[in-house]
């Protein structure tokens, strides 16, 4: 399969949960291929990626990081990440920005409109690393889905098939951002 | 179930991205546009004072102390559920969440004993809602998925002991379930912790 391709053709909807059929050898092969024409080459292990975090949605009701519901979207459109290989925490923060006002754009007269709160820093190796003991396989994947005003975008995917492995993965990685969210101002 | 590789950032990750921040504050402004990232371990709802809970019955849902209103954790709680609601006029109008759907969480938790620690309340971008524990020994979920469906998870941290329970009728949350799926989870925290 190629992965640009694939990517082209599903930009819309559940392209992960499309993605989750394959085995675990296949997937990360795919890792290794490029997703997107418009990115610098795939994500290495050694890489650091944040998730931009949007107020209201997705925070906490202590309002300090991000709730495991908000990891539910690593399973279907993925979990968008920027690569601080390829963007300053300043350009970051102007993608997060941008993001809230096409939101509040598309919905003028939404009472909770976006506003862009912060950063969580993601270490890749560590995403990629976790392993399930029953089935012995990993449980999420890093793609370099890389936007056309944006070659620092990448996605962290869920790739797992059956419920249980899925709650216990977003476990897991709630686990790994937790307390790590920084907001900016 | 899986192995973990502890939720810390490797020393690596942390000092690019504290770098990253001097950077980024280094600028000619006074104020620095970027504070530093925070490490503080959230407050657990699990050691929230059982006579605060016990006591909560005969609270009204809003107290007042001079301009800041308090909420006990179960009316805070049920307070985010509300928000949820498509008919709440100071709602997200961009997610659409089942009014069915919020009132089996608010069922959940009114279903839980006096004293007994309150979820926190979430949802997805798809509207679907959940509730959730957690602490620095144990974490427990209640999804309820777009059809209404009620699944349960947990895991005891110190041991990675899981437990995951699917299609879950909303009449099946009584003492006996909550005993046996929650406080027995939360027995074991004590244990570990004395």
Redo the contacts between chains.
Sequence with gaps: MQLIEFFEQNTEGKKFKLLATKSEAELIALEKLTASRNSPGPVDDDEVVFHQILDPTNLTESRDGLSPKSFDTATGIGMSVNRLKYATLNEMKVLGEARAAAFNANFPENPQPRSFWGLVPIDVAVVRSLVSKVTNTRGLFVFDTALPNDISHADIAQLTRDERRFRAVRLELYDIVKGSAFRCE | ?????K?T??T??LS??LL??V??CSGATAKP???????????SNFSEPTKTMAAETNMPIVKPIGDVAFLSPKN?AIR?LQSYHPEN???????NTNPDHIEIAQSIIQALPSGFPIP???????G?V?L?WDDDNA?A?I?IDGEGGI?F?S?LRST?D?N?V?EIALEEFDQRWISDHLSLLLKKSAETIA
Excluded: C
Excluded at chain 2, 1 to 5: I, K, V
Excluded at chain 2, 120 to 126: A, G, K
């Design positions: 179930m899986l192995a973990a590789h939720s950032l490797s690596h990750a690019t991205i990253a921040s950077v980024v546009a970027w504070t530093p990232p925070k490490f503080e371990p959230r407050q805070r985010t006029p100071l709602g997200d109008i961009s997610i926190w309340v979430n949802r997805n971008d798809d679907e959940g959730y974490y979920d999804d699944s998870y895991k990675g899981e995951f699917d």
